[in-house]
Structure formats: structure tokens, C-alpha cells
């Protein structure tokens, strides 16, 4: 057993389903607290459209501050209808507590689990050698971030791809770094072929792979990274990728994994703390009805015990425990299939703690 420690954690619950499965990974949370006699101290703060609603801003300072002083952010989604006609969008709150974090790497992980080929798009033959793929995403830089320009008659509008050699380099050892725990095998995405920024982009990646002597680099264009993805999942072991292409790469590869509502993510920068979130979004259509499958929330607080408090056996305890409720045929709806046991956010997430 590990020695006792004390996390204080801030929770962004944010909006739609955000609530009921970041209270669901609390469930599970305090179940590892009480197990291996650690103390985790939440603090609740404002983010997305709540903090419109009861500031006036997607991401008040306050939400800022609190998120700095704390050992790492759990978070649940933001966003919603309600909010889309808004001066700030609840998503500009993500992009900035992203900032100001300075959370450059997001690593997003897609497993396909044995329990769950039934709930991928791909056949079974395409599935025959697995999924087991980390999409390394650049999360501070790119298109996300760049210059916006809109004419003032409203007849164009202009986004700014930018990407600095330093910006590269420090992602791409994350990624090489990534890949050296794993199967030692990077793909680099981008759009070479087109874009000035990604012919800079594939420059500093085979600078760096020098410094992994290792490491297998190979360069992908993104349009043909989305078909190998769809045709040979298999091939795959580390992407490492802008922020856009990251972005919709990882939405990807996590419906080849069965459902996007099992897929964690972690974003890290220069310190230990780091913030973790599903990698999907706030489901305003099934929010407030104990629909929503808080396992992906679950697996991302498991990250932030491995990734930012160094609790592996913690870790591994959360994600057996999702293993074991899963091979007991318990499923939310999204990943639910005949002849199992439909449950809710809720019992599901209750489940997973008393396998802890
Ligand atoms: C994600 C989301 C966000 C992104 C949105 C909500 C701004 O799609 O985390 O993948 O594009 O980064
Ligand atoms: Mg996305």
C-alpha cells in the first residue's frame, strides 16, 4: 500500500451531462481515497456556459486561479444550444483554461476492448489485430489559436494555422517520449503536401526523431491518416498531430474503440498539474436523465492519479474496476447491446467504486 497523500482537485463541471459524471468519477474517487487511505479535497468551479449564466464570462478568474493552485482539474464538458448564440461561446472557456494552463499536450488513448467490438462501426475483420492507439494532440497552438480576421461587411472570414519550431519540438518529444513506453513507432500527421506549417511541422519532427535513435518516425498526410485509421487500426502506436487534426483524428479513432463515451484524455504542460476530461461533449439531448456513461470521466480521473499524482496502482485499481463491471455485462446506453444489463450514469459509475 502507498503512503497516504492529500490532492486538492478542481472540478469544472460545466454543462448538459457535465454534472452527473464528473460526480460520478467523485464516486469513484473517494472509493480509492478510502481503499489506499489518500485524501482528495474537491473545489467546484465555473466554466462554460454555468459561468455565463452566473458571470457574465465563460471562464471567470476566479475558475483560473483556483484551477493553478490546485495538483489538477477533472472536468466534465462544456457547451449547449442554450448558449450558441452568445457573444463568448462556453467552448472559448476550454480554449482558455487550456491557455492559461499552458496545457500544450493532450494525449488521448484509444483502446478497443474485448467487451465492446460489438459496439465499433468497423467489422470484425478490420478489428482482428486491435486498437491500442495514443493520438498525441497539440492543444496551445495551430488554427485554434492563430490570428481571426472578419470583413466588416461579413463577405469573408480568415483563420491563422501557425506553428513555431519550438511549438513542434516540445510536442514532439512528448510524443517520442509516449512512444518509448509503448511500441516505439510515431506517426506524424499533417498536410505537407499543402501547407507551408506543415512542411515546418515534418522538418522539426525529423530533426527530433534524431534524439530518439529508437523510435520508428514515419509522416502521414491527414487525409490519408483518416483512411488507415478506418481500413488498419492496428497499424497505429503513436500519433503525433496539430491541434485540429488532433482534434478530429481522436473522434476517430475513439468510434473505432466502440463509443466516444469511453475515451479519456489528459492535458499537460510544463508542471505536474494537468487537467483531465472525456474526450466527449456536454450531450445536452440526454443531460439530466442519468443516460450518460461516465466512464470515459472515470478513466480520465485514473489518468490524473497516474499522469499528475504518480498513484499508478491507484490507477490500475479504477481502470480493473471498469474491466470487471464491464465483464459483469453492465452497460450505459450508448454502449448497450442485447442480452446485457442497461444501467445509469449513476449505478454505473456506484458499480465501478465498489469494484475498487
Ligand atoms: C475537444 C473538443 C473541443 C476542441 C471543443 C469543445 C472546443 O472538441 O476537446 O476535442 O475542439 O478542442
Ligand atoms: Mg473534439
Known sequence: MTKMSEFNIALIKGDGIGPEIVNGAVTVLDAVAEKYGHKFNYTDVLMGGCAIDATGVPLPQETIDICKASDSVLLGAVGGPKWDNCPQRPEKGLLGIRKALGLYSNLRPSILKPQLKDASPLKDEKLKNGLNVMVVRELTGG???????????????????????????????????????????????????????????????????????????????????????????????????????????????????????????????????????????????????????????????????????GLIDEAKAINDAVDKVLNMDYRTPDIYSEGMKKVGCKEMAALIAKNI
Open 143 to 309: 488554427i485554434y489559436f492563430g490570428e481571426r480576421k472578419n470583413a466588416e461587411d461579413g463577405s469573408w472570414a480568415s483563420d491563422e494555422e501557425r506553428y513555431s519550431v519550438e511549438e513542434v519540438k516540445r510536442i514532439g518529444k512528448i510524443a517520442f517520449e509516449t512512444a518509448m513506453l509503448r511500441d516505439k513507432r510515431v506517426v506524424s500527421v499533417d498536410k505537407a503536401n499543402v501547407l507551408d506549417s506543415s512542411k515546418l511541422w515534418r522538418r522539426t519532427m525529423d530533426e527530433l526523431a534524431k534524439e530518439y535513435p529508437e523510435v520508428t518516425l514515419s509522416h502521414m498526410y491527414v487525409d490519408n491518416a483518416a483512411m488507415q485509421l478506418a481500413i488498419n487500426p492496428a497499424q497505429f502506436d503513436v500519433i503525433c498531430t496539430s491541434n485540429i487534426f488532433g482534434d478530429i483524428l481522436s473522434d476517430l479513432s475513439s468510434a473505432i474503440a466502440g463509443s466516444i463515451g469511453m475515451l479519456p484524455s489528459a492535458s499537460l504542460g510544463a508542471s505536474k498539474c494537468g487537467m483531465y476530461e472525456p474526450i466527449h461533449g456536454s450531450a445536452p439531448d440526454i443531460a439530466g436523465q442519468d443516460k450518460a456513461n461516465p466512464i470515459a470521466t472515470i478513466v480520465s480521473a485514473a489518468m490524473m492519479l497516474e499522469m499528475s499524482f
